[in-house]
């Protein structure tokens, strides 16, 4: 079954037997660059995506823009005839993507290995909280539990208040980019080197603990656990965020020697670059509190186009600290083509982020947002699977589909 976008993954077919966050952005992500993806979903209530957070008029945004691109069908898999239905899908299919805690599909008779007897060439993608082993596999998992078990939580914010959590899905959202790209090393070892299918275990734990840098390593070595530190940098300075003139914000990194030199130049304090207390990465870490005092009473005299404009000129690196409708209206953002513009039905012309990366010969696009509930029953199941009408009127009358 072909996309009706082209893209790299064009050709792919993929079931998604996912809700909430994990599961669903991988989908995205896959149907962004031309895969089908055919999103599975109860008949009664339609994955929870569709009801969680900002509604407009009834319509979730989460929903639109999770499920851009993907056909959704109705299945209820749980019972006989829908896991009938489901496995005729799991023939035709590369790729399952699901999220239901462990354990859930082989109480309903449908786990890996009654799968891969149907599909022996079937990848099996499983993102849970905690992964499909180990003794807290069973154990309910949400991206805010990971993000404080991973060692996230411990050390993000300031060192005087208490731990903090990301406002978003950060732990979602890791754990779908490592299951998108462990999902296409499953299928290169499939397609290219003569393999067969295989399931692909992703937490949410173990993805962001791996991005939050050597801190095991730098406590089996030496003992020391990582703290919080705010917008400081426990390795290079001047690093932070700085009030402006004007009530904004502006972003600053030094984190190598030159950049630090240039800075002192820009606040038109060359003489620091010889300061005891600030002429070596070792000694601004040392002084830090009154490296921040004199770059934030120099932000606090110009505006934030100033200060940009200033910095610009010494080739010293800081940006503008950005809320969405700053992003939206950026030059930058636009000629990159970073945000488009859909038609929606529900919502009218509605804006939402374009795919990325960027491909020179086989871009991503973005076709439709979010879809009804079963808006491609009859394609998937009329024409994909070649049921008549018939069996689709009496799937539908048992409330399988």
Request: glycine residues 8%; aromatic residues 8%; proline residues 6%.
């Amino acid at each position: 079954m072909t996309s009706t976008q082209s893209g790299p993954l064009d050709g792919l077919t993929v079931l998604e037997a996912g809700s909430m966050i994990s599961g669903p952005t991988v989908g995205r992500f896959l149907a962004d660059f031309g895969a089908t993806v055919i999103k599975i979903e109860h008949p009664e209530f339609g994955d929870h995506i569709r009801n969680f957070g900002t509604q407009k008029d009834g319509i979730g945004m989460w929903h639109k823009y999770l499920s851009r691109n993907k056909r959704s069908i109705t299945l209820n898999i749980s019972g006989e005839k829908g896991s009938a239905v489901f496995l005729d899908l799991i023939s035709e299919a590369d790729v399952l993507v699901e999220n239901f805690r462990p354990g859930t599909l082989e109480r309903w008779g449908i786990g890996w290995e009654r799968l891969s007897e149907v599909n022996p060439e079937l990848v099996m993608v499983r993102l849970s909280g905690y992964g499909q082993t180990g003794p807290y596999s069973e154990k309910p998992g949400f991206g805010t539990l990971a993000e404080a078990m991973s060692g996230f939580a411990y050390v993000n914010g300031f060192d005087d208040r208490p731990p903090l959590l990301p406002p978003t899905g950060l732990a979602d959202n890791i754990a779908a980019l490592y299951a998108t790209f462990s999902l296409m090393f499953a299928l290169y070892h499939r397609d290219i080197n003569d393999g067969s299918g295989q399931v692909v275990d992703v937490s949410l734990i173990e993805p962001i603990f791996n991005l939050i840098g050597p801190f095991p390593l730098t406590y089996d070595q030496t003992g020391e656990i990582a703290r919080r530190s705010g917008n400081r940098s426990t390795s290079s300075a001047p690093r932070n965020v700085y009030r402006t003139g004007d009530d904004r914000w502006v972003a600053l990194a030094a984190s190598a020697q030159p950049l630090a030199m240039r800075t002192f130049d820009a606040i038109g304090r060359p003489e620091l670059k010889d300061d005891p207390r600030f002429e070596t990465n070792e000694k601004r870490l040392e002084n830090v509190e009154e490296l921040d005092a004199i770059i934030g009473d120099w932000m606090a005299e110009h505006t934030r186009e100033e200060i940009l404009e200033i910095f610009e000129e010494h080739d010293a690196t800081i940006a503008p600290v950005y809320n969405v409708a700053d992003i939206l209206e950026d030059d930058h953002y636009r000629e990159r083509e970073a945000v488009v513009e859909i038609d929606d039905p529900d919502l009218g012309t509605a804006t939402v982020q374009n795919t990325i990366p960027k491909f020179s010969e086989t871009p991503g696009d973005v076709e439709y947002l979010g879809p009804d509930l079963g808006a491609h029953n009859d394609e998937i199941y009329g024409e994909f699977l070649s049921y008549d009408a018939d069996v689709l009127a009496e799937l539908e009358q048992e409330d399988v589909i």
